[in-house]
C-alpha cells in the first residue's frame, strides 16, 4: 500500500470513528455472540444515524459527497429517512483560480485562451467540488457557459474508490445486516455513475442526443453545444439567460403562461421516458429554466436514464396497472421482469398493494403525492432491489410532478401518462413493431438451424458412449413413463401455433421434436438394443 493510500485510508477509519460507523461496519456474527453488551445494533436504530451519516459524506469530500447524492435517490436501499437527509448534501468547494482555469482550457483545447475566446470573464458564475463554470465570447460573438472540470479531481475519486470498494468488501463479507444492501453492488454502480460526470463529452453527447429527439418541439430548448471548444474536462455551451422556476411561480403578470408551461414540462419529461427511452436523470426545479415565449429549457445534462425498447413497453404496462390499480397484473409483471421472485409471498403482497392503493387512491386524485415513494417504501420491506432505473424514473416523475402542479395545480399528471403508456404497450402486439427486430430474430434462428444437426449428431454420439446423463423427474427406468413423455411432447410440438417461427414451424415445437428424438434414442437403447 503507497503512502498516499495509507494517509487517505487513516482519514476514512478516523471518520467512521468519529461518527461511530466503524463499530457498525466491524459488526460481525461471532462479534453479536461473544459480545452481548456491544451497541452496534442501537447505533442502526439511532435516530441521528442519517445526520450523523451525511456529516462524515461531507467531511470526506467529493467521492463521498458524490455517493450520498446517489444513495440519496435510493430510498428502496437506504430508507426514507437516510435519503432524505442525503439530499441535503452540499457539493460546494473553494473555487480554482482563473490562472489554473486558464492552464486547464490551454491545455484541453490545445491553444491560447485569448485566442481561443474573444472574452472569457475571470470571475466564476458557480462553483461545485468537480469544476465551476465561466462566462465566455467566442470569437464568431456566442456568449457561452465554459464548464472547466478541477486538476487532479480524477485521481483523488480513483482513489476514494478504491478503498470505497475495499470497505464494501469487507463489510459485505463480515456483516449479515449489510450484506442485504448489496454494497459491492452499489459500490459498482456508483463508479460507473461517477466517471460518467467526470468525463464531460459524456455530457456533450447526452446533449447533442436529446437536442435530437426536440427538434421538431419549438417549445423545448436544449442548450447548444460547440465541439470545437470541448474535450473531456472543458465543455463549452449556449449561455443561458431564463427565468428561475421559482421566479416564474411567484410571477403575477402575462409574462408566462403557467398552464402551458406545466403541460410542456410534464409531457416533454414523459416523452422522455416512454417514447425516447432517454431522460433527465435529475430534473430538479434548478435544472430547469424558463425561456421567452414560454420555452422550456433543460440544464445539467451529464446524468442520464436510459431504457431499451424492452424495459420501455414493460415499464409502460407497469404504469398502466399502476393507474389502474390491477394489483394481480402489478405482480405478474413485476415477476415478468424479473423484479419479483417466484416464490414471494404473493398473499400478504396482494393484500399490502391494496392497502396503499386503498390509502392514496381511495378519493379521485390528479396526481401521485406520494404514492410512488409509498411504494419503492413497500419494496423494501419485501427485501426487493429495484433496478435503478425504476428508481431514477419514479423520483425524475415526483420532480416533475411537483414543478407541474406549482405552476398548474388542477393538472391532472394521471391523464398525462395514461395514453402514452397505452400507445407504447400497444406497440408490443403490433406486427410492425414486431418487424423492425425480425431481422435479428431470423439470423438467430437460423444459425440455430444451421447447428441443429451437428447438436443431434453430438447428442446421439454422447448417449451411445453413456457420456451424457439426463435427470428427469419422471423415472426412466419405467417404459410408460418415458412413452408417455415422448407422446406429451409430440401431441404439444404438434398443437403449438404461436411464437416464432422456422420454416413454417414454431421454435417452441421445433425444441419439443428435438428433446422426444433425444428421449427416444435414450428408449430405444435402454429398452430394446
Known sequence: MDKETKQRLGEIRAALKKYGFDKILAQTAKSKIRSKDDDSDSLLLDDEIPEKLRLMLQELGTTFIKLGQLLSTRPDIVGEKIADELANLQDDNPAITYEQVKAIVER??????DELFEDFHHEHLATA????????KLSTGERVAVKIQKEGITDKIDLDLRIMKYIANRADKWNADLRKLNLPGIMEEFDRSIHKEIDYNNEFMNMQRIELNFEDNPDIHIPATYAKY?????????????????????????EFDKKLLAKNVLDSYLQQLFIDGFFHGDPHPGNIMILENNVVC????????????????NLSEVMLLFVDQDV??????????????????TKTLRRDLNDLFGRYFGVQLNR????????LGLMQEYGVILPNEIVTMARGISMVEAIAHNLDPEIDVFASIKPIAQQIAKQRVNPKEYLKGKKSSIILYEHMFRALPKLLTRTIHKIENEELKLKFEVDINDKVSIVALISALLIGSSVVSFGPMVFDMP??????????????????????L
Open 298 to 313: 433543460y440544464l445539467d445534462l451529464g446524468m442520464m436514464g436510459f431504457f431499451d425498447e424492452e424495459f420501455k413497453r
Open 108 to 113: 484541453e483545447l490545445n491553444g491560447n485562451i
Open 129 to 136: 467540488s468537480i469544476g465551476q463554470v465561466h462566462e465566455a
Open 507 to 528: 421454435v417452441i415445437s421445433l425444441i419439443g421434436y428435438i428433446i422426444a428424438i433425444i428421449l427416444s434414442i435414450i428408449g430405444l437403447k435402454k429398452f430394446v
Open 368 to 375: 401521485f403525492d406520494g404514492v410512488l415513494e409509498a411504494l
Open 230 to 254: 470541448c474535450s473531456s474536462k472543458v465543455l463549452t455551451m449556449e449561455f443561458i439567460a431564463g427565468a428561475k422556476l421559482n421566479d416564474v411561480y411567484e410571477s403575477e403578470g402575462d
Open 328 to 345: 394481480d397484473g402489478l405482480i405478474n409483471q413485476l415477476m415478468y421482469m424479473d423484479i419479483l421472485d417466484y416464490d414471494i409471498d
